[in-house]
């Protein structure tokens, strides 16, 4: 893939084949990825490779309105203009990256962070849901939006995972508030090798704002880490 840029008074043409494509997950505050430290974090990961952040449909400066289809028909859209794509998904982007992922020629490794399972989608938790991402997100009614949570509750990471045969990495913090431990604790022991588990003791669920954690995810998508489980204290 490439796009055309200016760099003061030259045009300029960048060539990219391998790139880190971040997944955000379910906004809980308006605005793009960008107002909300994707960037810092993109360029945090550019370290190793070209990082990609986008705006799913119906989210920040995207087009489009929220569908579970539609979130992971961006992600194969985005991956399959590049020669290599490793991804990393945060929540909701990680239940999207891996349904995704399964369908990936091209995937390189795969990162799943705080990522839950079908099992807690129940209807008190679909109506809080709603009643903020009414405010900050592109959406049809309570009804179509509860239809598509029920989508996203059939989607089955356990199974879809077992299809990536890419190396994974399956990230959780014990104190997560949103998505309790246990989800990652089933995606990693469904996951077939290669695979490795990173135990955030005391991580809440927001561990992409957390440089320690980042900084190892970043070792292990360089290969630097073998270790098949990891544990770390916050």
Same mark, same amino acid.
Request: glycine share 8%.
């Given at each position: ?18 790139? !880190? ?12 990825? +960008? ?130 045969? +890419? ?10 508030? /949103? /998505? ?20 955030? !003791? ?23 880490? !073998?270790?098949?489980?990891?544990? !770390?204290?916050?």
């Amino acid at each position: 893939m490439f796009f055309d840029t200016i760099f003061g008074r030259n045009f300029g043409r960048v060539y990219l084949s391998k790139v !880190i494509v971040v997944c955000h997950g379910f906004p809980y505050e308006p605005g793009s990825v +960008v107002d909300k430290g994707y960037g810092e974090l993109a360029e945090f990961f550019s370290k190793i490779a070209p990082t990609l952040i986008f705006d799913f449909s119906g989210c920040g400066k995207s087009f489009g309105i929220f569908g579970i289809k539609n979130w992971i028909e961006d992600v194969k859209r985005i991956a399959e203009k590049f020669e290599k794509v490793s991804l990393i998904g945060y929540s909701l982007g990680g239940l999207i990256a891996i349904e995704a992922g399964k369908e990936l020629k091209n995937l390189e490794k795969l990162v799943a962070i705080s990522t839950p399972i079908p099992e807690i989608f129940n209807e008190e938790r679909i109506k809080l849901m709603f009643e903020n991402a009414v405010k900050i997100m592109r959406l049809d009614s309570f009804g179509r939006f509860r239809e598509e949570m029920r989508m996203a509750s059939e989607l089955d990471p356990k199974r879809s995972i077992k299809k990536i045969m +890419v190396p994974k990495l399956i990230v959780h913090g014990t104190k997560d508030e /949103v /998505v309790p431990f246990e989800c990652g604790e089933e995606i990693y022991e469904i996951a077939e090798e290669p695979k490795a588990f990173l135990k955030v !003791i005391g991580g809440n669920h927001f561990l992409r704002k957390e440089l320690k954690v980042m900084q190892l995810v970043s070792e292990w998508l360089e290969g630097k880490i !073998i270790d098949k489980e990891i544990e !770390i204290k916050l």
